[in-house]
């Protein structure tokens, strides 16, 4: 087993063990005092999960309930989170009962958004079952909801009191959910760490994927412990993630992963930094290599002007500039201001 530490305002400990899941009521008596449990879930993950958890949940003494939402992006919504309240009112949870997020990236954004504010925010518990989530989402506790008018727009900083982390659950995804987790595992590589940038391109990082998710979980924490609340540094995990948002954007969140489209960012942004002479020059082909090589795509039909513009929306944008996440090499990053009205002639190549 594998623990990693974080130390947020609310410090609490991420636990990565192959089978977790049936033990996860073991780990939950020791960090809570809850009675009841709600574990929200969505309509993929529950059929093959539910059970181990209610199964370890009850033989730990918790009373718990489940909650299922309709799987998808399409689910990330306020009416989703008005019918999660509605179980946890009528299952009377009090302040001290506890929420499980059981699945992927919306599941625990969602489960943890109700969490945060539900009778003004009581404690959860992170089982993440999706790769994107395991290395990502599901430390530091971002939690939130869409609006029609953008992604995560409403939500709240809620640290969950653990992470739960099984990676035998990623047997039983697709290599499309796969892929779409590897970009951000390269994301951490580009970012912060040159050494295991060259591990994901020598070796297969499937076969160490505890190792892989470790690393990745351990410098997001080192990056939350000094800025939770994304006032500075915090903001080079969205490496890639401005022009990924602007081409999901462009292609109706349909069609494309977020996975895909942060690969497509990255090189996009790596490419631009090598033109403005910032960028060690090759960075980009580097970046393009690993990508290509966990079967990310790099390139889009969408052009410099149409993403651009599509970026004036981004939550990130303050004012009339944005933050930019760039490289000098790979390992070695920094944001810079750059004014909305001069992205296009940034990104152009
Ligand atoms: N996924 C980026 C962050 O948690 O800040």
Redesign the pocket.
């Known amino acids: 087993m594998k623990t990693v530490h974080v130390d947020t305002g609310k410090p609490y400990d991420i636990f990565i063990e192959r089978g977790i899941i049936d033990n996860c009521g073991e780990y939950i008596s020791k960090i809570s005092k809850a009675e009841k449990i709600t574990v929200i879930t969505d309509s993929n993950v529950a059929p093959l999960y539910q059970w181990r958890v209610l199964n370890s949940l009850e033989k730990c003494g918790f009373q718990p309930k489940v909650h299922i939402f309709k799987a998808g992006e399409e689910s990330k919504n306020l009416k989703s989170i008005s019918d999660m309240y509605d179980t946890l009112a009528q299952f009377n949870m009090t302040r001290k009962d506890l929420v499980v997020a059981l699945g992927g990236g919306v599941t625990g954004d969602m489960a943890g958004f109700a969490a945060a504010t539900y009778l003004r925010g009581i404690d959860f518990v992170q089982i993440p079952t999706s790769l994107l989530a395991q290395v990502?989402?599901s430390?530091?506790g971002?939690t939130g909801v869409d609006l029609p008018y953008g992604k995560n727009l409403v939500g709240a900083f809620h640290q969950p009191i653990a992470v739960l982390i099984d990676p035998d659950t990623l047997s039983t995804l697709s290599d499309k959910f796969i892929c779409d987790g590897m970009a951000e595992v390269i994301k951490y590589g580009c970012i912060k760490d040159a050494e295991f940038f060259q591990n994901l391109a020598d070796t297969n990082a499937l076969d160490h994927i505890e190792d892989v998710i470790e690393t990745c979980v351990s410098i997001?924490r080192d990056v939350?412990n000094r800025d939770e609340k994304?006032k500075g540094e915090?903001m080079l995990?969205?490496f890639g993630h401005t022009l990924g948002h602007s081409i999901e954007k462009l292609c109706n969140f349909k069609g494309i992963t977020h996975g895909m489209a942060v690969a497509i960012g990255m090189v996009l942004i790596a490419k631009a930094g090598e033109n403005q002479g910032i960028t060690e020059s090759g960075t980009a082909d580097e970046i393009t290599a690993v990508c290509h090589k966990y079967g990310l795509p790099t390139t889009d039909k969408a052009s410099f002007a149409e993403m651009a513009n599509a970026a004036k929306n981004d939550k990130k944008a303050s004012g009339n500039s944005i933050n930019l996440v760039l490289l000098n090499k790979i390992g070695d990053s920094f944001t810079q201001k750059i004014e909305l009205d001069k992205l296009e002639d940034f990104i152009t190549t």
């Open positions: 990502d989402s430390v530091g971002k997001k939350v994304e915090r995990l969205n």
